[in-house]
């Protein structure tokens, strides 16, 4: 067993490499499969423990902190002091079952934000595992993918650009490489690693060069590291910074119900003291049941079930996101999705498959030969014109693709018969070209001794080779080799002279124009296009760097590979447009390229514009902000004008969501409204900043989100608006009562909680997963600031209030003149209440199914399409009669038995707020023909 976090040598920075593989009894080529198994068992996973995390005891406090349950708690002592004085009073014992009741609503509600919280809280910790990284590691010689919690001491990790170290270790390799250590020491700027150092034992931290930590970043290059610790042995784990401490933010919607809350309260505080005071003062013997009215309407006023409806229908929307492969990373992300204006995308991956297949080859003297063949196979032909071309006795041909093949870092292997690419797609596309002259990487013994790894800013990558002999395939030619690939201008910029026929000659400017029309040839059929060239080094500099090696090179080639749009893509770009989207296209590819593609998937349309890197610098922010509305494809852009970009359009009021997936892409995402990172090929820092991964890669699945942002936050407007209107009836009801006359309140406390949370808050939650219509991406986005009860909402709510109250009030009428009738034997004179609580909550039933569509009737919807708001209801309906007629729920509810011909009475009366609804539609659809809106 090897010696890892307990060892007596915890100063691997003072050790060889060969020894520190030793100790850790581990290869160059990785551990085998038993021992990985042996050694997961023995140190664990690799996990930091969650810090910082809320203890059960302040999720649970915190949700008496609520405002809303402070008054209710506050209605229940008044109650109980009420129910004591008149106890005093009458000398008997009254049960306090008001108080009770509120109370045991109060531990409730309570007890379910509770569980929802902690649900919530232990789901966001398992998107944050499902989005924990994926590590490239070697075992018994073979490039594996793992999740970082898999990782054991001795494992040989391959890291690059954009990776979070997933653990400590020593660096067998490093290629330019420098790691950003600020997550362990505070310092943000980044460190250059050397492998091939052996330091002094006292050596601090910051100094250790040689080591890699965990939870750092790497910025640049590429590198091995062998783990010498993980989880908690770590430098990380040992000061126990919480990284992964779990943030549960409230989304701005949440924040919004909050504040009304407060506003309810206050207004309820208001309107009790004024019907106390007022009432008092008019008339002093009816203090007693001016309490009561008084208490019944705060308790009516508070929407008591509402905010447990808003947090559970944003976790379904997660939930039904997720389904559609967008993992949601921050709550407010499901809402804003639904404001979402524009939509910038990568191409490469995001709108195009990632799959690179070269498909031609254009050298200087030869000019254009098309390449055949299918996917990553290496059968295939080289075609100049309809002949056959035999690459082998073109030694420019040759060489070409030897630096192709060479100054790579992608893996092309059979995996179950299927040839696939580990690695960079586009380097990847290199190897089976090359293989298909008969080249492959196994065949070459030229070392690589340099490199400096491709960035999206430089836009191309060099590897400095040795050769042993004078001449490779007799035309590459010196001691070592710089060989370069990258974006063919910019490579093109760096290169005075040009292999043609063997022979190096002076690139003259007729040539370049050449070559650049060779490259807007290739790139106009919407090829990805690289240029080649290379240098000849008699010695290698002690310090190489990019900037000193990258010139004067000679100019070998350019290849175009093709990527072919997501089948889905171009619906999903017409959606976007039929919802009012805009769709906007950023790549570092070249012009050419970008158009085709963006033409064929519809991004590109007459009238748009089209803003390369180098004129996007060129413009100030205010110029940038005039034009930004008009382009559609940004090309050859680096990472940093995402940024600008991202700036300009939120200065003209946009609501920006951005993809990205490289480390410097990060500022852009988190700028933008919405970041969008990559599940496949994101790197972990994208991935932090942003708001939701895409677990497909795909554009169309931004899309799907988007859709389902706003089906959510049109289903809690729905549920707001049928909550809220409830809420007013049952006030303006219980206002009216001793306004007209009828002494004392007609609904308790208990039976308004009941209505609150039961016969509202149920049907409520069917609302909440209503399903979507298509016409929610047939309307134009929502306005982000847009109140809550914008559009109408607002006036609905009090109108159907007001709708409901009059129903009532008037059934209230006749039931209270039909009991208080002294003519009819056996009347109970307080059956009017009764009557008055069945048709408040058997409206509320016939609401809930008008109001699940804005414009459509409930016979003109699907009946199967929501069946839990047929449950709900029918439940609901069933519990209410229950209540009437169970004599045990009838002495706790405190309500009276009603004959059935009262009750349908009632029902007849409920039918009326279902019917005022669906006219309500009629009309509208009348005055304003075909404007179907919903949410
Ligand atoms: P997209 O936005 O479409 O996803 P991108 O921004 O990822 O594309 P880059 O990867 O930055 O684009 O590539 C920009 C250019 O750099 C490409 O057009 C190509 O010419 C060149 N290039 C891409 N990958 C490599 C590589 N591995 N080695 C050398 N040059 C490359």
Known sequence: MATAPDSPF???????????????????????????????????????????????????????????????????????????????????????????AILSIVILNGLLGYVQESKAEQALAALKKMSSSRVRVLR??????????????????????????????????????????????????PVTKQADVVLPADTELGD??????????????RGTLVVTQTGMSTQLGKIAAAIQAVEVEP????????????????????????????????????????????????????????????????????????????????????????????????????????????????????GLIQVTGTGYQPQGEFLQGDHPFAPQSHPDLMGFLLTGLLCNDAIWQQDQGEWVILGDPTEGALLPLAAKAGLTAGGQTLERVAEFPFSSERKRMSVVVSTDDQAVYSLLRGDFLLLCKGSPELTLECCDQVQRQGQVQDLTPAQRQEILEQNN????????????????????????????????????????????????????????????????????????????????????????????????????????????????????????????????????????????????????????????????????VSKEASDMILLDDNFATIVAAVEEGRVVYGNIRRFIRYILGSNIGEVLTIAAAPLIGLGGTPLSPLQILWMNLATDGIPALALAIEPGRAVVMHQPPKDPKESIFARGLGAYMVRVGIVLALVTIALMVWAYQYTN?????????????????????????????????????????????????????????????????????????????????????????????????????????RLWPGRETEG
């Open 10 to 100: 915890p100063d691997w920075h003072s050790f060889p490499i060969l020894v520190t593989l030793d100790r850790l009894e581990s290869k160059p080529e990785g551990l085998d499969p038993v021992q990985v198994q042996e050694r997961l068992a023995h140190y664990g996973r690799n996990e930091l423990q969650e810090m910082h995390q809320r203890s059960r005891w302040q999720i649970l406090w915190d949700q008496f902190k609520n405002i809303m349950l402070l008054l209710l708690i506050a209605v229940a002592v008044i109650s109980a002091i009420t129910d004591l004085i008149q106890s005093l009073q009458e000398q008997r014992f009254i049960f306090p079952k008001d108080t009770v």
């Open 251 to 366: 989304t701005p919607l949440q924040r919004r119900m909050d504040q009304l809350g407060k506003v309810l309260v206050v207004g309820a505080l208001i309107l009790v003291a004024l019907v106390i005071v007022g009432g008092t003062l008019y008339q002093p013997s009816m203090f007693g049941a001016l309490v009561q009215v008084s208490l019944s309407m705060a308790v009516a006023v508070v929407p008591e079930g509402l905010p447990a409806v808003v947090t559970i229908t944003l976790a379904l929307g997660t939930r039904r996101m997720m389904q559609r492969r967008a993992l949601i990373r921050r709550l407010p992300a499901v809402e804003t999705l639904g404001s979402v204006t524009v939509v910038c995308s990568d191409k490469t991956g995001t709108l195009t498959q990632n799959k690179m297949v070269a498909q031609a080859v254009g050298l200087p003297e030869i």
């Open 821 to 925: 009738n002294t003519e009819i034997p056996g009347l109970d004179p307080r059956r009017w209440q009764t009557m008055v609580f069945t048709t408040l909550c058997i409206s509320q039933m016939g609401h809930a199914l008008a109001v699940r569509s804005d414009s459509r009737l409930l016979i003109e919807l699907n009946p199967g399409s929501n069946p839990w708001i047929w449950w709900a209801v029918g439940l609901m309906t069933l519990a209410q009669v229950l209540i009437i007629y169970v004599p045990a729920l009838r002495a706790f509810f405190n309500v009276f038995y009603l004959p059935p011909g009262e009750l349908l009475i009632c029902m007849a009366f409920s039918t009326l707020v279902f019917v005022w609804v669906e006219l309500e539609k009629l009309v509208i659809r």
């Open 208 to 221: 250790r060069v040689n080591l890699g930590f965990m939870g750092t970043e790497v910025i640049q290059g």
């Open 521 to 684: 040839t290739l790139a106009s059929q919407g090829l990805r296009v690289l240029g080649l060239a290379y240098r000849a080094l008699d010695a290698l500099p002690p310090q190489p760097s990019a900037a000193g090696l990258e010139q004067g090179l000679i100019w070998l080639g350019l290849v175009g590979m093709l990527d072919a749009a997501r089948p889905e893509a171009k619906l999903a770009v017409a959606r976007c447009h039929m919802a009012g989207i805009r769709v906007v296209m950023i790549t570092g590819d070249h012009q050419l390229t970008a158009c085709t593609i963006a033409k064929d998937l519809g991004i590109l349309r007459p009238g748009d514009e089209i803003l390369t890197g180098r004129e996007l610098e060129q413009l100030d922010p205010a110029e940038l902000a005039a034009r930004v509305g008009r382009v559609a494809v940004y090309a050859r852009v680096s990472p940093e004008h995402k940024l600008h970009i991202v700036q300009a359009l939120q200065k003209t009021s946009q609501v920006v969501s951005m993809t990205g997936d490289g480390v410097n892409d990060a500022p852009a995402l988190k700028q933008a409204d919405i970041g969008v990172a990559m599940g496949i090929t994101g790197t972990d």
């Open 140 to 189: 018994a010689g073979q490039v594996q993918e793992v999740n970082a919690p898999e990782l054991v001491p001795g494992d040989v990790v391959l890291v690059e650009a954009g990776n979070r170290l997933p653990a400590d270790g020593r660096w067998l390799v490093t290629a330019n490489l420098q790691v950003r250590e600020a997550a362990l020491t505070g310092e943000a700027l």
